[in-house]
């Protein structure tokens, strides 16, 4: 798959300083013709028509962005990290001027990666209906009152259960080694279509996450007396209040990567961004109780 000037689209993070110079350089060193795409914009963007390919600027919230906004129309996404894990990037930012051509060129090293996504549907009392589609996952939970959720689930039309939570994850395999992850859910492999159910820190009889294969229908119905939220990948938010419900399913869009090397990698992959991960944390931990330090000691 060779990509021409003009079929170049490029997705920044505008939240980071990095990005957009970073964009620029691309964008000429490529020829790209194509007028730049910030997150900022994204919401309301609409994909240029020429797009072959997109290439983000920024973290996995960037690409979770850009799944959105290419959903339906099969272009592949190109990642170069800025981010801490980079779970779904291929590129790291400092190598991004001298990889970033190669993918372009047509070489039959580079193969598609194509993941399933979900889709949601959400519906009050009003008759209000939104619906979106999710690379990553949905999550139901509570609002401004720190009190826990009642969220009942089924399945199919068979009731699983009513949690007590403070949220219910529901994660594709993507999603499974994002905040479901971190919820004690399962890792799942990247191509599966399984969809996995993870509650968060709930009390009650069902804490286990439960998997159920592609095809299946979830329903999340809000029983509790207190606002809540239904959060889209992150980024996406709809309030909710008892008596609404959100209807998850698996979606007909998939999300496209150009990748490199091995399918297999993914585990290898895996474990490396996960240690980088925790090391990450210690050392940010560590800045931090230094600067508390300093602060305090000139105060």
């Known amino acids: 798959m060779r990509i021409e000037k003009h079929e170049i689209s490029i997705l920044y993070n505008s939240d980071s300083d990095l990005a957009l110079p970073l964009a620029n350089e691309l964008a000429s060193m ?75 060129a047509g070489d039959d090293a580079f193969w598609i990666d194509e993941r399933r996504m979900i889709s949601c549907q959400t519906a009050n009392f009003n008759g209000l209906h939104t619906s979106m589609h999710a690379l990553n996952d949905v999550v139901v939970g509570r609002g401004r009152i720190a009190n826990l959720s009642r969220i009942s689930v089924s399945i199919n039309n068979v009731e699983l259960t009513t949690y007590q939570a403070d949220a219910v994850i529901v994660a ?30 709930t009390h009650g009889d069902l804490d286990a996450p439960v998997v159920v294969p592609e095809g299946s229908n979830i329903r999340l119905a809000i029983k509790s007396d207190h606002d809540a939220f239904m959060t889209a990948d992150g980024f996406m938010d709809v309030p909710m209040s008892q008596g609404n419900y959100i209807q998850v399913s698996s979606s007909p869009y998939r999300t496209q990567f150009l990748r490199k090397g ?17 090391e990450q944390s210690v050392n940010l931990a560590r800045q931090l109780a230094e ?8 105060n």
């Open 30 to 104: 490529l020829g790209a013709r194509l007028p730049l795409l910030s997150t900022k914009d994204e919401p309301a963007a609409d994909l240029p028509e020429a797009t072959k390919i997109m290439i983000t600027i920024g973290g996995d919230g960037t690409l979770l962005r850009a799944a959105r906004l290419t959903a339906g129309h099969n272009v592949p996404l190109l990642g170069v990290n800025l981010g801490r894990l980079g779970f779904l990037t291929e590129i790291e930012a400092n190598d991004a001027i001298e990889q970033v051509p190669q993918y372009l």
């Open 172 to 201: 594709t395999a993507t999603g499974s080694t994002a905040y479901a992850l971190s919820a004690g859910g399962p890792i799942l492999y990247p191509s599966s279509g399984d969809i996995v159910i993870v509650p968060v820190a």
């Open 262 to 278: 091995s399918a297999d990698s993914f585990y290898e992959t895996l474990v490396y961004r996960l240690r980088r991960g925790a």
């Open 291 to 298: 600067e508390d330090a300093k602060r305090l000691g000139s």
